[in-house]
């Protein structure tokens, strides 16, 4: 995890320096577990967390040696997930995240089960361009 996270990190560097940007996927990494470095990832990239900024008032979770991640199919909003929107604006292009839910009931099957280990995250942006 740790050398996939460097690799997306360089190439942000390469190819969106400046740029505003928008990021989301399966990091599969905690702030809080010690042997993943999504807290150097975010701060060489400028990134902006969609859960950290609305949903944990902004407070990035310390690292605990002690951590144990919670089941992927028993967090809410309120729990931080592996998966990810993150997201940063440059001087051309505001962004500003809305409204992020974890869809814990959209995606099931015929019997109400999850059609997936993970639930599906949503967030909508406001933006903004300025000349």
């Known amino acids: 995890r ?3 996270l460097n690799q997306l ?3 942000i560097g390469e190819h969106s320096s400046g740029k505003p940007l ?3 996927g399966d990091f599969n990494a905690h702030y809080s577990f010690c042997d993943d470095n999504l807290h150097d990832f975010m701060d060489s990239t400028a990134l902006v967390d969609s859960w950290v ?3 944990n008032g902004g407070l990035v979770p310390e690292v605990r040696h002690e951590f144990k991640p919670p089941h992927m199919l028993s967090i809410s909003n309120q729990s931080e997930s592996i998966d990810k929107i993150l997201y940063r604006s440059s ?3 505001s ?3 809305r409204d992020y839910k974890i869809e ?3 995606f099931t099957n015929v019997k109400g ?3 997936s280990d993970h639930y599906a995250l949503a967030l909508n942006f406001n933006w903004a361009i300025h000349p």
């Open 95 to 97: 962004l500003a995240a």
């Open 53 to 55: 900024e609305l949903e």
């Open 9 to 11: 990190r360089d190439y």
């Open 91 to 93: 001087s051309h292009l």
């Open 113 to 115: 089960l999850p059609l």
């Open 104 to 106: 814990n009931n959209l």
């Open 2 to 4: 740790r050398d996939n």
């Open 22 to 24: 928008i990021v989301m």
